[in-house]
T-cell receptor, first 112, second 111 residues
């Protein structure tokens, strides 16, 4: 069975600090990879996705993620966080069979 | 374009009852998926519907069932409710193979 592991449950950063959130998955076949964000009081929103091609994908609001197939990883990065990035971040994997698996999320708190 | 809308927003049911949750897909989307999100956890995939047929299912018992209608709206039905079914239920729509767009969810409480 596929699984997704997000190593950091809660991350606290100061504004302008760099961010990297870890995501590892277990599945032997082809996958689509996603990062979603949930701002306080709002619904889940797509940050970025990887289907194929360039393993470095760019999303909204300056976020990017790199797919490293050999490490089964899809880490999320942002060079300089803002207070408005405070949110919960979810990594997700979808197989060709249409089954999706989410990690348990990482809560990011950015201090002004 | 309209987003994904779910109804109701909150619901309280008694153990053993049945519940139906509804979802309207984003305009142009032909695929809908349902998730259960317990407090402090990520969404757990229940199933996905494409062209009115279930085409992917997570580890949920048969008392969780669904429908997709010709206009791509969808229902999630849960029979014989248990206390552990208390959760936020999320609906997401997409084009088949595309990224999912989520609704606000229905908060179900089973007492």
């Amino acid at each position: 069975a596929q699984s997704v592991s997000q190593h950091n449950h809660h991350v606290i950063l100061s504004e302008a600090a760099s961010l990297e959130l870890g995501c590892n998955y277990s599945y032997g076949g082809t996958v689509n990879l996603f990062w979603y964000v949930q701002y306080p009081g709002q619904h889940l929103q797509l940050l970025l996705k990887y289907f194929s091609g360039d393993p470095l994908v760019k999303g909204i609001k300056g976020f990017e993620a790199e797919f490293i197939k050999s490490k089964f990883s899809f880490n999320l990065r942002k060079p300089s966080v803002q207070w408005s990035d405070t949110a919960e971040y979810f990594c997700a994997v979808r197989t060709n069979a249409g089954k999706s698996t989410f990690g348990d999320g990482t809560t990011l708190t950015v201090k002004p | 374009e309209t987003g994904v809308t779910q109804s109701p927003t909150h619901l309280i049911k008694t153990r053993g009852q049945q519940v139906t949750l509804r979802c309207s897909s984003q305009s142009g989307h032909n695929t809908v998926s349902w998730y259960q999100q317990a407090l402090g956890q990520g969404p757990q995939f229940i199933f996905q519907y494409y062209r009115e047929e279930e085409n992917g299912r997570g580890n949920f018992p048969p008392r969780f069932s669904g429908l997709q209608f010709p206009n791509y709206s969808s229902e999630l039905n849960v029979n014989a409710l248990e206390l552990d079914d208390s959760a936020l239920y999320l609906c997401a729509s997409s084009l088949i193979g595309g990224a999912a767009f989520f609704g606000q969810g229905t908060r179900l409480t089973v007492v």
